[in-house]
């Protein structure tokens, strides 16, 4: 039994660390900050949780606590922390790329303005 979960642990590992290499060469490639945080994101976020049940199946008693601690926190703070710095970023006017056709949080922000002056007035 100690085989079999080393053995996938170990797979684990590979996937996850590979995850993470395509990630770094997917933010080398994007074109511009916002496809570059996105990337780095998901793509960490994914490696690391696939290395650290990697490592729980490999050591399962002495170290789950703690992975577990850190899964969830690796969940809940990256894609919160990559947001918030998104929305810094959009509202200190770092630039898109050329490519960008649609910009969502405009619309969504002019919406609210428009709101606002309706009730107002």
């Known amino acids: 039994m100690g085989n079999i979960l080393d ?45 650290v049940v990697g490592v729980a199946l490999i050591s399962p008693i002495t170290w789950i606590g703690k992975l577990i601690a850190l899964m969830l926190f690796v969940l809940f703070t ?7 710095i998104a929305r810094a970023a959009y509202f200190t006017k770092v630039p898109f790329t050329k490519e960008t056709k ?4 405009h619309d969504v922000i002019s ?8 009730n107002n007035g």
């Open 78 to 84: 990256n894609p919160i922390s990559s947001h918030v």
């Open 7 to 51: 053995i996938l642990g170990g797979i684990f590992l590979v996937v996850g660390s590979l995850s993470l290499l395509i990630a770094s060469i997917g933010i080398y490639r994007m074109p511009d900050f916002y496809n570059r945080i996105q990337v780095g994101t998901k793509a960490s976020t994914f490696g690391l949780l696939l290395i």
């Open 111 to 118: 919406e609210g303005h428009m709101k606002k002056v309706k």
């Open 102 to 105: 649609v910009d969502k949080l």
